[in-house]
């Protein structure tokens, strides 16, 4: 069974400052993951997702991720915050090769952008 | 850009009441899901369709709820008769192919209180 953990509801930066959200997996197989955004009234947009290719994965609006295997990590960053990454961010994790599509999100960290 | 849509945005019934929750994927894509969101927990897994039958669901989805595609364009979810526990954000999404990788695409949600 696949899961995974969000360190951190609530974070909080200033703007320019280093944003960084914790993400940790547990998946019996190789896993897919994918961090996604949700801006208040809208619907999860996909931030980036790693598929088994390059392990640090660069997306959307600045953000990037690392895959980490030996620490089960993908954490996402972007060097600095602007007032417009104020959000929920979501990380998922779905299986390689098992023919599940579902993908197992984790409980979200809202991050607010301090002026 | 195209996008998946939901209605309604917001929807109120009664405990024992049937729902249909309407979403219009985007219109190349094959696959189709639904989750759910209760307030404060994580984003659930419900359900994915493919080529008019149910592919995967979860353990949530149970007698009560129910998938369709009534037309080339509409993706349903129907709740029976809804309870309490029911109320919830739901969203649906939708993949252009069944991968692991290949990325959902998530409507805005329908937020629906039973009462």
């Known amino acids: 069974a696949q899961s995974v953990t969000q360190l951190g509801s609530h974070v909080s930066v200033s703007e320019g400052a280093l944003v960084l959200l914790r993400c940790n997996y547990s998946?019996?197989?190789?896993?897919?993951l994918f961090w996604y955004v949700q801006y208040p009234n809208q619907g999860l947009q996909l931030l980036l997702k790693y598929t088994s290719a390059a392990t640090l994965v660069k997306g959307i609006n600045g953000f990037e991720a690392e895959f980490k295997k030996s620490e089960t990590s993908f954490h996402l960053t972007k060097p600095s915050a602007h007032m417009s990454d104020a959000a929920e961010y979501f990380c998922a994790v779905s299986e390689e090769g098992t023919g599940r599509r579902a993908l197992t999100f984790g409980s979200g960290t809202r991050l607010q952008v301090q002026p | 850009e195209p996008e998946v849509t939901q209605t309604p945005s917001h929807q109120v019934t009664q405990m024992g009441q049937e729902v249909i929750l309407r979403c219009v994927p985007i219109s190349n894509h094959l696959y189709f899901y639904w989750y759910r969101q209760i307030l404060g927990q994580k984003v659930e897994f419900l359900v994915s369709f493919y080529n008019n039958e149910i592919s995967e669901k979860s353990e949530i989805f149970d007698d009560q709820f129910s998938v369709e595609r009534p037309d080339g364009s509409n993706f349903t979810l129907k709740i029976r008769s809804t309870k309490l526990e029911d109320s919830a954000m739901y969203f649906c999404a939708s993949s252009l192919a069944g991968g692991g990788t290949d990325t959902q695409y998530f409507g805005p949600g329908t937020r629906l209180t039973v009462l």
């Open positions: 998946s019996s197989v190789p896993p897919y």
